[in-house]
């Protein structure tokens, strides 16, 4: 057990320098790479909010939209991999998503790791909370099968993809976590491998499997991968602050 709770252990129990962050970068680098990344946040937040205003009184496909999820399902899949891309949209469905949210919560509860568990759920409630408040404002109507197959007919809000976005902050936040410092370093990080990689394709083949079941327009998707990563990062930033006040306040103590 010692061995696999080291990597976070060691994460709280680093002491920064005044030359290094609490993840070991080069503190000028870091305050620059900051700079730029809240630019690119707002211009983000921005891109976001224009979308959602566009297609609130633009609610039909947009162009090419229609062609596009035609050309999709007009591709002939081997069963084997129609199977592996419709997988991830049933994975996210409401049943598996919320079992598979309580299982990492009971896992981190049981390495007593408290602040990864806090970060984790956090970033779910915050993007997944904000996704829903974006898609009752918008409300926008599903793909009708009038225009293109639907797998399941859905009445839920289409703009943003709510799987897409759920995907990107669920298996964002623990892609996060694996390749925090602390983990990076420890000698049985290779363990993690496989799971980054499904968490990666479950991140990249969510969007195309929603246009492929007919479920989503093209932009839903966009709008979902945008609006994940926009509150993934919100609370990426929000963790490594906390983190970095945490471990300052430890170093004053010492």
């Not at 409630?125 to 009752?136: A, F, K, S």
């Not at 793909?143 to 976005?165: Q, R």
């Not at 394709?201 to 499997?209: D, K, N, Q, R, T």
């Not at 979902?224 to 103590?253: D, H, M, N």
């Amino acid at each position: 057990m010692s061995d696999v709770t080291s990597p976070l252990e060691q994460e709280s129990s680093y002491i920064p320098s005044a030359e290094r962050t609490a993840g070991g970068e080069d503190r000028h680098d870091a305050h620059v790479r900051h700079i730029i990344e809240r630019i690119l946040w707002m211009l983000g937040v921005c891109l976001l909010a224009a979308a959602a205003l566009y297609i609130h009184a633009h609610k039909g496909p947009l162009p090419g939209e229609v062609a596009f999820s035609r050309a999709v399902q007009a591709i002939h899949y081997a069963p084997a991999i129609l199977a592996f891309l419709t997988f991830f949209s049933s994975l996210n469905d409401i049943p598996p998503s919320i079992a598979e949210v309580i299982i990492v919560a009971l896992i981190f509860l049981l390495m007593r790791w408290f602040k990864q568990v806090a970060f984790f759920l956090l970033t779910l409630g915050v993007g997944n909370g904000t996704n829903m408040l974006i898609g009752d404002y918008v409300q926008r109507p599903r793909p009708g099968a009038k225009l293109i197959h639907v797998y399941t007919p859905l009445n839920f809000n289409s703009f943003p993809s709510g799987h897409t976005e759920h995907d990107v902050v669920f298996y964002g936040s623990l892609l996060y976590l694996s390749f925090t410092r602390a983990v990076r370093e420890w000698r049985y990080h290779w363990i993690l491998i496989p799971f980054q990689i499904f968490a990666g394709l479950a991140i990249f083949c969510i969007g195309y499997s929603r246009v492929l079941e007919g479920e989503h327009w093209l932009s839903d998707v966009l709008g979902g991968y945008l609006s994940g990563a926009l509150w993934l990062f919100l609370l990426i930033f929000c963790y490594r602050w906390v983190t970095t006040k945490l471990q300052q306040r430890k170093t004053q103590k010492a």
